[in-house]
């Protein structure tokens, strides 16, 4: 973590390169540096010290959990995490996950390109009415159609199945790519189109080998929220996705954390908890910087 | 209604310009495709259980049964005297109170600490180890958040909880064995909290790019008319950025009326006496484990009009905000 903190272009853009030392601040500088660094150190403990702590509970033993919360494990094994890995199923709900989010994933991009293009570059009556009703879709709470949703799903007979949950993604999924992409695809310059046709390219074959490999910061921006939204997706699955071999990760470790208590094995909720959190971290580390870049580029336009 | 819509720019304008063209074969095809497909989706998965569930609302549907009889605004009538449903209500609009303007004013201040906050010599520049302190506290947003609850379930817990452990250990022996989300003096803010800890980050680093987008030269300028650090954040960085908190603040809204996750994570039952019970999670409850589709539709209803009221407040806030901000600019 610490080789990513040390590259701090970003938040030396708006200034002059600094020159001199840094013991050029006054007597206040000094007392409100102290202060901003304090109170920033405290947030960042009160961020990193649970995930430490749940870290090393995951290798105790329930006696020592139970005995107390600081105690370091007698012996340093991962006995917890084969539980949770094999016993709890997390292994499966694991797969599940993977599954599910990476077909919703490459299919809600595809369609979301597909209809943001469409709707940005092209135009045809009813136009504006599809691109507001998707903006509505973005706002109102999915709970409202969660009952009705339910029935759908079952009478084309894809409740409680994978591919009922990824259609599900897709769809509420698709707004907010739709929305993202269409003020993506509107930035590209109408001269490319034309030289395209110009060039007896057609429509497909414009889109596909000239418009979309252009929109690729925009789809990659798109893509990582997605991915962390829909990894992290709870109500969906919880409501439609009722058949515990179907589990995604994050209902599969809500229930198995209701189960834990009653069977009082915490070291492995622990090793759990671990192994839900340690890919999120490899992406979120990997993609950081892009991550934070979307984040300014993409939500609030 | 719509968050956004205000802030993107107007359609027609632009593809105007372009000529219409013949309609050919590989056109139709392509347009018929492209739509077709996506729209199919959204139509069936997220349209039309919409428009379903304001009829639904207005039924006794226990779900199973294909008979219901439409009821009229029944339901609603009911929600107004079901005293769990109107402590769910009270509940969320608490949340939608304090989550939201708490959050804010965290992230504001560290984006203001790591962006603007640094010595008032030199060029405008945040504190040291800014970066560090960006991906910190950036990290929550990436982990689920039903994690989040269960970690924290983890923390508050009586007896093998971190955070008694650390409040024994420093001599305040009070707290031995204190129930955070069991009392109904303190699972409210405690979970508020949760809350507030998971979204602080994706908060401050929006804030941290929109701060970077305001000119330097203003905070120059205020420098050298000698302003304070608490006079800038409140003069400067708060008009120029309050777009993104507008935004800002309806998202939380938004995530404050819904906190299904957070609480079903923490407090599956809706804590003591009700004192944690949300509208979401009631109407999963009267839902699925009760079989009282029509009843829990009619509480989806009043959950999305809340939104809608949320937003509209938010809205009204910011234009009379700006509105004085612009009049005194004048003066």
């Given amino acids: 973590m610490t080789t990513l903190t040390t590259n701090g272009a970003a938040d030396t853009s708006t200034e002059p390169p600094r020159r001199g030392g840094r013991a050029t601040g006054t007597g206040g500088d000094v007392a409100v540096s102290t202060t901003s ?22 290798f105790k033993t329930s006696q020592e959990i139970l005995a107390s919360p600081f105690s370091l494990p007698a012996e340093w094994s991962f006995r917890n995490y084969a539980a949770a890995w094999t016993d709890a199923g997390i292994g499966r709900f694991f797969l599940n996950t993977v599954v599910v989010v990476g077909c919703a994933l490459a299919i809600v991009m595809l369609l979301g390109a597909m209809c943001a293009y469409v709707l940005a570059r092209y135009r045809f009556p009813g136009n504006r009415l599809i691109y507001n009703s998707m903006l509505a879709g973005l706002t109102f709470p999915i709970f409202l159609a969660i009952v009705p949703l339910f029935f759908i799903l079952r009478n084309f007979g894809l409740l409680n199945t994978l591919p009922g949950l990824i259609l599900t993604y897709v769809a509420f999924a698709l707004p ?41 910061p925009g789809m990659a921006s798109v893509a990582i929220f997605n991915f962390l939204g829909l990894w ?60 934070e870049g979307s984040v300014d580029k993409g939500t609030f336009r | 209604m719509t968050i956004t819509l205000t802030s993107t720019p107007a359609g027609p304008a632009r593809t105007g310009r372009r000529r219409r063209r ?22 069936l998965f997220v349209v039309s259980p919409f428009v379903q569930a304001l009829y639904f609302a207005m039924t006794d549907w226990s779900g199973f049964s294909p008979d219901m009889a439409f009821v009229g605004l029944d339901n609603f009538t009911k929600l107004l005297h079901d005293d769990v449903f109107l402590r769910a209500v009270r509940n969320n609009v608490l949340l939608a109170i304090v989550v939201p303007f708490v959050t804010i004013v965290v992230a504001l201040a560290i984006a203001t600490m790591v962006t603007v906050g ?47 452990g650390v409040l024994t250990a420093v ?37 941290v790019a929109a701060i970077k987008g305001v000119p330097a030269e203003l905070y120059e300028a205020a420098r050298l008319d000698g302003a304070g650090r608490m ?96 009049g005194s600019a004048r003066r």
């Avoid at chain 1, 919880?238 to 209701?258: E, I, K």
């Avoid at chain 2, 309609?23 to 347009?31: I, Y």
């Fill in chain 2, 171 to 207: 001599g305040l022996d009070g707290f031995q064995d204190f129930p955070w989300l069991g009392d109904t003096a303190t699972a409210m803010p405690a979970s508020m909290f949760v809350m507030i800890w998971g979204c602080v980050g994706f908060y401050s680093v929006l804030f």
């Fill in chain 2, 118 to 164: 640094g010595p008032t010599k030199g060029g405008i520049r945040g504190v040291r180890g800014s970066s560090f302190y960006r991906v910190i506290s950036f990290f929550p947003y990436a982990v689920p958040a039903i994690v989040i609850g269960l970690i924290w379930a983890q923390v508050f817990d009586p007896a093998r909880g971190l955070l008694n």
């Fill in chain 2, 231 to 326: 006079r800038t954040a409140m003069a400067i960085t708060l008009p120029q950025i309050r777009d993104n908190v507008q935004t800002a603040y309806i998202y939380l809204g938004i995530l404050a009326l819904d906190a299904f996750v957070y609480m079903q994570a923490l407090n599956p039952s809706g804590g003591p006496n009700y004192a944690t019970l949300t509208m979401s999670q009631e109407l999963y409850m009267v839902a699925f484990r009760k079989g009282q589709f029509g009843y829990a539709t009619a509480m989806g209803v009043v959950l999305a009009v809340m939104t809608l009221l949320f937003a509209a407040i938010v809205f009204t806030v910011g234009r009379v905000a700006a509105g004085r901000a612009e």
């Fill in chain 1, 232 to 291: 992290n997706q709870f109500l969906l699955p919880v409501a439609l996705n009722t058949n515990q071999d179907n589990y995604v990760l994050t209902q599969g470790m809500a229930t198995f954390a209701s189960q834990a208590g009653y069977s009082v094995d915490f070291g492995a909720l622990f090793a759990a908890v671990v192994l839900t959190v340690v890919p999120v971290l490899v992406v979120y580390l990997i993609f950081q910087r892009r991550l």
């Fill in chain 2, 22 to 43: 013949k309609l050919t074969f590989d056109r139709a095809s392509f347009m018929a495709v492209f739509l077709v497909l996506p729209l199919t989706i959204f139509v």
């Fill in chain 1, 37 to 58: 660094h304090t109170l920033l150190v405290i947030w960042s403990v009160v961020v990193i010290v649970p995930f430490l702590w749940v870290l090393l509970s995951s």
């Fill in chain 1, 176 to 216: 907010f790519t739709v929305f993202f992409l269409h003020s993506f695809f509107r930035t590209l310059p109408d001269e490319i189109y034309e030289a395209a046709v110009m060039d007896g390219a057609g429509e497909w074959r414009t889109f596909f080998q000239v418009m979309l490999p252009m929109a690729r």
